[in-house]
């Protein structure tokens, strides 16, 4: 069984920075592609960022020069630094992983549980 457990989710003032983090872990054979999606209430699911194996990193335009993806693979972690927040980026977060899960080349998607990040005065 693979759990992702995130952490880091908080109430910040616009101008502030957040940083968050989400460890896999149980049967791992070997972890492409980990990312970071959010929700807004009454909006779609999209995608933040997300970080390839090799360290090749994409952002959605709106983050693009604020925020900064990471990971450790020694760890099976990865981060989301989140700085100069804006309200507009209040949204439940998720992360997202495509992991190996057995010796075989069988790969799933895994998320995690979510965790509010609410920027606000």
């Known amino acids: 069984q693979v759990q992702l457990v995130e952490s880091g989710g908080d109430l910040v003032q616009p101008g502030g920075s957040l940083r968050l983090s989400c460890a896999a872990s149980?049967?791992?054979?070997?972890?492409?592609?980990m990312g970071w999606y959010r929700q807004a209430p009454g909006k779609q699911r999209e995608l933040v960022a997300v970080?390839?194996?090799?360290?090749?990193?994409n952002y959605r335009n709106s983050v693009k020069g604020r925020f900064t993806i990471s990971r450790d693979n020694a760890k099976n972690t990865v981060y989301l630094q989140m700085d100069s927040l804006k309200p507009e980026d209040t949204a439940v977060y998720y992360c997202?992983?495509?992991?190996?899960?057995?010796?075989?080349?069988?790969?799933?998607?895994?998320w995690g549980q979510g965790t509010q990040v609410t920027v606000s005065s």
């Open positions: 149980g049967r791992i054979f070997g972890i492409n592609a």
């Open positions: 970080i390839t194996s090799g360290g090749s990193t």
């Open positions: 997202n992983a495509h992991i190996r899960y057995s010796s075989g080349n069988y790969y799933n998607d895994y």
